[in-house]
Nanobody
């Protein structure tokens, strides 16, 4: 069982920035593909970004491409989501996810991940 703990959410005005962090209690963090997803009430969990186990491959949903950056620090067992130029439609609970997968392409759908954090709320005011 991999425990994931997110932090960094909060309230920000439109156009502002936030950085989310997700730290894993896992000795072999470096072999895990990591993803960020978000969810609003009444809607399905949506893919935001993913990073391969070695950080070489990054993927973003179109709506955040160019504004968000996913990165990882394997020495700290942490994955980050830097968010710039936030919009009200970015408001959601953000979840990080992990999958023990050493492939070039990280998963981009919720069903492909088997470990999840508890979520952190991001609210963007207009």
């Amino acid at each position: 069982q991999v425990q994931l703990v997110e932090s960094g959410g909060g309230l920000v005005q439109a156009g502002g920035s936030l950085r989310l962090s997700c730290t894993a209690a896992e000795r072999t963090f470096e072999v895990y593909a990591m993803g960020w997803f978000r969810q609003v009430p009444g809607k399905e969990r949506q893919f935001v970004a993913a990073i391969s186990w070695n950080g070489a491959n990054l993927y973003y949903t179109d709506s955040v491409n160019g504004r968000f950056t996913i990165s990882r620090d394997n020495a700290k067992n942490t994955v980050y989501l830097q968010m710039h130029r936030l919009k009200p439609e970015d408001t959601a609970v953000y979840y990080c996810a992990a999958r023990n997968l050493r492939l070039a392409q990280p998963p981009t759908t919720p069903s492909e991940y088997n470990y999840w954090g508890q979520g952190t709320q991001v609210t963007v005011s207009s």
